[in-house]
C-alpha cells in the first residue's frame, strides 16, 4: 500500500515539475536588470533592480544626445514594479533611458521586429515571390528571425515565446503539425529554426492555400503593439499540392466548338469503291526494248483532177464511150478479108 502511495506521490510531483517547466520561457522575462532591452508594448515590468524607484524620473537625451544636455523627454515612474513601455511614449524615442538626477542608465528602448519564414526541406527552397507552390508530401519546416530573443539575457529568462500560426483550405487551423507544436516556441537566438518537422504528405493536410504568421504575445506586446513586422511577422502564403500550378493542362474546347453529344450512327449508304489504278512497269526479260524506227515524212501527191459532175458531164462522156465503141467497130471490119 505504501508503495502504490509513494508511486502516486512521485507521479504529482513529476507533473508539478513538468508544468513549471512549461512556463519557465516568460516565468521571469519581467524582471529587468539594469542596462537591459525593453520593447515597445511591453508592460508589467519590474524595473526596479534598473535603479528605478516610486517617483523617480527617466530622462530621454535624443538620439544621439549627450547626459550633459537638456532631455528631449522625461517619464515619472508611479509604479516600478509594473512599468508599461507604451508606444505613444517611447515609439518615438529608441535608444537609452536614464533615472536623473544620477544620469545612472536604466534601458534600452527598441522596436520589436519578427519574421517568419517556410522552409520547403525536400527540394530546398524558401518560400516567397516567385516559390509560392510547396509540393504536397515534401518535408516543411519554420524559421524565425527576430530581435525579442534578447529577452534570454534576462534572469530566469531562456527566451522569448512565441506562436506560429498556420491555417489552411475550409478555414482550417492548425495548432501543430505532425506532432510538433505551434504554441510557445521558445527562441533564444537571432535566427530560429524548427528543422523538417511538417511532413506535408498526411491527409490531415488537404491540398489547398495556406497561410502562416508568427506572433509574441508576451508581456501583451501584440495586444498593445499590434504592427505587423513589430510583434507580428507579415503573412507568407502558398499553395500545398503534388502539380505544380505552372503546368496548365491541354485547352478544352471553346464555347463555340461543336462537340458530338449523342450516338453516333454510321451510314447505310454504300461504300464509295475505290478503283485501282495499275502502274506500269518493265517486265524484267532480259530483252532490250528496240529502238523506234524512224519515220519519214513524204509530202502526199497532188490529186488527179475530176471532171465536174452534172447533165452537161454526163453528156460528154456518153459521146467520147459511144465514138470509142464505132472506131473499134470499123477497125475489126477493115482486119477481116
Known sequence: MMTIRLAIASLSLVGIILSLCAGTAGADSRVIPAGETVFIGEEGLDITAAGVSEGSVLAFYGTGGKVTDAPAAVVTVADPTSFYISPSVFSARIGPWFVVPGNALAFYVQEPTLQVRVIDHSSGFSVGPGAEWVPKGDSVGFRIDTNLWVLSHRPGCTGVPLT??????GALTFSSVSGYSLRDIVVSTPTFETGPVWGTGSPEFPSGDYTVFA????NNMYTNYPLKGRTESEE???LLQRVNPLITPSPSP?????VPTGTIKPSTLSPEKTVEVPTLSTP?????????TPMETTRPASPTPTAASGPFGYAAVCAVVTASGIAAVKNLREKRP
Open 254 to 258: 471553346s464555347a463555340g466548338t461543336l
Open 215 to 218: 506572433r509574441c504575445e508576451e
Open 164 to 169: 506560429i500560426w498556420l491555417s489552411g483550405p
Open 236 to 238: 507568407i502564403r502558398f
Open 284 to 292: 524484267e526479260t532480259g530483252l532490250s526494248t528496240p529502238p523506234a
